[in-house]
């Protein structure tokens, strides 16, 4: 599993802090605890910058390549903004994050991810939004997106695609579509694409003791139809166990042997089921309880685990 650590990120208060003071070490020791933690790239998220992205995004490249050797990835509507990042890049290959369907910004950022050999992370995401149904988000990707990065003559090596992920709070329905979505698009075009998720957008405005059962479960039915890149929390260990639990099809542990039936089952086309639950374990429960708010059978509520 790719993960490029989502840590550097606005919505944090401490964040939000250090940029108005411009630490400099606060943003270092964020980066390289992301990359002891096997990130292996850094999304860089500081909000649209409109007065002074074009100062920022290459300091914020100047201090984490000093200290790390990975990616960076720009996730950012400022286009000059990010461009002044770009220029500064001298390590790895940076990545935009991201372009959409809409014609403006399907216009402009793969021009600029062209110019500078970026990668470039692209949302199945159009005018109107971002459709429910899985066909739908595909039809995005294969009509629209990959045409235009073929139009400009743009390696398709270099293209990811996010289906985008979105919160079991509020829009539940999504939740279910978003699997059979990576699933569908692994076959939409040859050679295949790449295909990244925001996994933490799925526990987006849930209490957050719940976040990372959440998180964790909804990769595992990823994982099941190929998930192998993600944004993602590196320093969390226990997402990062349930990777190793099924990449390694590790079944030493009863936790373990119900991730991987529930990777199983969802690679099999399956739902997975409560057959395959322990339901006097209730560390058990609460993944069965997930999963079925994951899948959209119970209504998801602040109090679903009981």
Not at 143 to 154: A, N
Request: charged letters at 25%; glycine letters at 6%.
């Amino acid at each position: 599993m790719y993960i490029i650590g989502e840590n550097i990120h606005i919505i944090s208060e401490k964040v939000k802090e250090a940029l108005m003071q411009k630490d400099a070490g606060f943003f270092q020791d964020l980066a390289v605890k992301q990359v002891e933690g096997g990130a292996q790239a850094l999304d860089i998220n500081l909000g649209p910058r409109k007065k002074d992205g074009e100062e920022v995004f290459p300091w914020m490249v100047e201090i984490i390549e000093a200290v790390v050797d990975v990616p960076i990835s720009f996730d950012s509507t400022n286009l000059l903004g990010i461009e002044a990042g770009l220029k500064k890049i001298s390590k790895a290959q940076p990545i935009i994050n991201s372009t959409s369907a809409e014609p403006e910004r399907l216009e402009k950022v793969p021009l600029l991810a062209k110019k500078y050999n970026s990668r470039l992370i692209a949302l199945t995401m159009g005018s109107s939004g971002i459709p429910v149904a899985a066909d739908e988000r595909v039809n995005i990707a294969v009509e629209k997106l990959i045409p235009r990065m073929m139009e400009i003559d743009y390696g398709m090596e270099n293209l990811i695609i996010d289906p985008l992920v979105l919160t079991v709070s509020g829009c539940q329905e999504y939740c279910p579509h978003l699997i059979e979505t990576v699933r569908t698009l692994q076959y939409a075009w040859d050679p295949s694409p790449v295909i990244s998720v925001g996994l933490s957008n799925v526990s987006n405005a849930v209490p957050a003791q719940n976040r990372p059962l959440i998180n964790r479960t909804y990769l595992a039915m990823l994982m099941g139809v190929g998930l192998q890149m993600m944004i993602a929390n590196p320093v969390d260990e226990k997402l990062k166990e349930t990777i190793r639990v099924i990449e390694t099809r590790d079944e030493s542990t009863p936790i373990g042997r119900l991730y991987l039936k529930i990777a199983d089952r969802i690679a099999a086309t399956e739902e997975p089921s409560i057959e395959d639950v322990d339901m006097s374990d209730p560390e058990q429960v609460e993944i069965w309880k997930t999963v079925q708010i994951l899948m959209n059978k119970v209504i998801y509520a602040d109090a679903y685990l009981g």
